[in-house]
T-cell receptor, first 117, second 115 residues
Framework: DAGVTQSPTHLIKTRGQQVTLRCSPK?????VSWYQQALGQGPQFIFQ???????QRGNFPDRFSGHQFPNYSSELNVNALLLGDSALYLC????????????????FGPGTRLTVL | AQSVAQPEDQVNVAEGNPLTVKCTYS??????LFWYVQYPNRGLQFLLK??????LVKGSYGFEAEFNKSQTSFHLKKPSALVSDSALYFC?????????????FGQGTTLQVKP
């Protein structure tokens, strides 16, 4: 049973560039959430996708956008990169029971390490 | 505002001794509480969660956690620590407002188990 996979594992970009990160959810899961984990910090919620729509968003600027595909995989796009965007980006998948997102368990991928120079 | 606090940056224990990693939370309504572990250069691994019911929750790898509503705490415990338990531990919470999927994480506690 494949877990959550993310690509690439590492990425180096320069300020002002754009980046796309990819995530494939755990088999059978239909919901994908993205988190940003800065060095020495806990993960911060970026947004969550369900049924190909963004259903909830954290406190991140519009430079952060995403997409979910019919096969439930997802992309995170970041435009106009800033030095402060350097972080580990984590994708988590889940399967809400009876439409409840509160009680479901999110399973995380290994992350993509983004470095902005 | 909803929040999670992990008051200890690091916890040191000897192998074979019991361990406790502390977590307190602040949310409106009944909380949904989670513990995750992160090994170096890895994502987060789910350990256990409390939704409702018994205040003592058992999880993976021999870990358990006790929900204490009056103290708003959800401490992670293990009766006998292993060197392989050394890692970064995160407590997380979801509030009861709406059908939120957002997890709010603490800053993390590094557990060091010495042989």
């Amino acid at each position: 049973d494949a877990g959550v996979t993310q690509s690439p594992t590492h990425l180096i970009k320069t300020r002002g560039q754009q980046v796309t990160l990819r995530c494939s959810p755990k088999s059978g899961h239909d919901t994908v959430s993205w988190y940003q984990q800065a060095l020495g910090q806990g993960p911060q919620f970026i947004f969550q996708y369900y049924e190909e729509e963004e259903r909830q968003r954290g406190n991140f600027p519009d430079r952060f956008s995403g997409h979910q595909f019919p096969n439930y995989s997802s992309e995170l796009n970041v435009n106009a990169l800033l030095l402060g965007d350097s972080a580990l980006y984590l994708c988590a998948s889940s399967l809400p029971r009876k439409g409840s997102f509160k009680g479901d368990t999110q399973y995380f991928g290994p992350g993509t390490r983004l470095t902005v120079l | 505002a909803q929040s999670v606090a992990q008051p200890e940056d690091q916890v040191n224990v000897a192998e074979g001794n019991p361990l406790t990693v502390k977590c307190t939370y602040s949310v409106s309504g009944n909380p949904y509480l989670f513990w995750y572990v992160q090994y170096p250069n890895r994502g987060l691994q789910f350990l256990l969660k409390y939704i409702t019911g018994d205040n003592l929750v058992k999880g993976s790898y021999g870990f358990e956690a006790e929900f204490n509503k009056s103290q708003t705490s959800f401490h992670l415990k293990k009766p006998s620590a292993l060197v392989s338990d050394s890692a970064l531990y995160f407590c997380a919470v979801r509030g009861n407002s709406g059908n939120t999927g957002k997890l709010i994480f603490g800053q993390g506690t590094t557990l060091q188990v010495k042989p």
